[in-house]
């Protein structure tokens, strides 16, 4: 008898400890799930407080070169719209793009100025390499992405020791001079821009097949179809960035570099010789001459090449002019 009074208090003990056990566990997992359930909903109701993500108002009036933008038709109100919304909402891209455009931008507007092409015209390098001396798969290479082909056609040298297409104020030159070939071709702008990238072949065979005569009326293919409108968008936004939500400040441009010339007419057997009796290195030789495609310049027919060299203040913070 006192045996199994002992083993009915061990029992009643045990089972009342199991029964703190589990009512502690319940109220531990009823208030976990509650605070979980809270903190989920206060994430959600952050976010939606916090993060705004807005469509985008288009511009009443567009003109590219000079030439008016139908806006009054519903899909070139789409494609535009299409673009704006790509490059606005591709941070990163569209910061740099600024950023590179303040270095470059000098330089190819006046070459353009003088070549006598609108200024709208330079945003397709923008487009066609964000400003870098990029290489696509199928070979285009350079700011201007230039095929070797078109780019000879056009004036640059291109062999395995000087690829001019490289070289941003000489590519710059050989894309005026294509684009003029296409205007006088053509008579508008937009088709001479549609052929950069199509070829005037390719935008003949359209206009012969649909019967018209203004890229906006016409079908293209999709890259072709939607270059014309990304031009557009890169002018709007590089022109008007705070309208676009871009805020840059003129320390975040990149300036132009700083730096002086030095002309070679014959042979370099080491180019990491010259920069260093030059007073700089092979890296930045190579960063201002990128055309420069070999570690030598052979140079047999004796040309005479302009390199740039960097000059004092290279390094130093540059001033962004109004």
Known sequence: MKFSKTMGIVLRTTLWALLLIGGSLGIHLLTYSTFVANNDLDHQRNFNEGYKVFSLTLPNELTFCDEKVPLNRLDVREKLDRELLVNTYWQSSTLLAHKRAARWFPLIEGIMKREGVPDDLKYIAVIESGLTNVVSPAGATGYWQF?????TQFGLEVNNEVDERYHVEKSTVAACKYLKSSYAHYGKWALAAASYNLGQGG???QLGRQKQDNYFDLLLNEETGR??????AMKEILRDPERYGFHLRKKDLYAPYRTRTAEINGPVADLADYATEQGTDYKTLKLLNPWLRD?????????TYTLLLPAPGFDAVADIKE
């Open 147 to 151: 095929m070797k082909e078109t780019g």
């Open 203 to 205: 935008v003949d065979k």
């Open 227 to 232: 270059y014309v409108y990304r031009i557009l």
């Open 295 to 303: 570690n030598s310049l052979l140079n047999k027919n004796g040309k």
